[in-house]
């Protein structure tokens, strides 16, 4: 009985433990073909940005500063 026990919690573990290592790799095979297509789509994207950002004229901000000559009026 003792015997019978310990052979089916050690193949019960080996089980475990095999689904788990697949599903590992599994996620690992995943993970690396992920980073490929993000990779790439940033290869891609960064051409087209920077051409965008070359034909983008900057706009010019409108301040009204009093200049320092300007004497503050007093009240």
Known sequence: MGLTNFILTVAGVSAVVMLLRSDVKQSATVFKRNIKHIRH?????????????QSIKPKEIETKVPGKDIPKEKD
């Open 41 to 53: 789509w940033l290869e891609e994207e960064t051409p087209a940005a920077s051409k965008a950002a």
